[in-house]
């Protein structure tokens, strides 16, 4: 079983090594690469998404690293500009789009997320949107 140190070691190399370096300046996420043929897969999946955005942000609580911070934001500006509205029933709602298709789960993390980070940089930027 791992002790501590070993896990924010684990920790430390998956924030340096992975979360600062799998996103580009767009706020996307390079999820599959292979490096030999220099090939990244076209796919793109926004409930992976959200969950990455998600993890930066529980490991920027334990690290405090401001880059990390800084790399999350662009993350999740980038699920932000995939947000459209929407009616049912005629009540006005916003919800995270694909590929033309609403899911449940993308939404769902995606407002963990966004309430997530609203809690870590103590601000209320995304509160309209999360409640809408």
């Known amino acids: 079983m791992a002790d501590s140190s070993e896990i924010f070691e684990a920790v430390s190399l998956t924030k340096d090594y992975y ?13 599959d690469y292979h490096p030999a043929k220099e090939l990244k897969k076209s796919q793109y999946n926004m409930l992976r998404h959200a969950g990455t955005v998600y993890s930066m ?7 405090e690293d401001r880059e990390l911070l800084e790399k999350a ?3 999740l500006d980038y699920l932000i500009a995939r947000i459209e509205d929407t009616e ?10 694909q590929n033309d298709r609403i899911k449940l789960g993308g ?3 995606s407002l963990i997320a966004l309430a997530k980070y609203s ?3 103590n601000t209320d930027k995304y509160k309209r949107l999360c409640k809408n």
């Open 88 to 97: 049912t029933d005629g009540t006005a709602s916003k919800v995270l789009v």
């Open 119 to 121: 809690h870590l940089a």
């Open 57 to 63: 942000l529980e490991v920027f609580e334990l690290t």
């Open 19 to 31: 979360f600062k370096e799998c996103i580009n300046n767009k706020g996307k996420f390079i999820y």
């Open 107 to 109: 939404n769902g993390l």
């Open 73 to 75: 934001e662009k993350g």
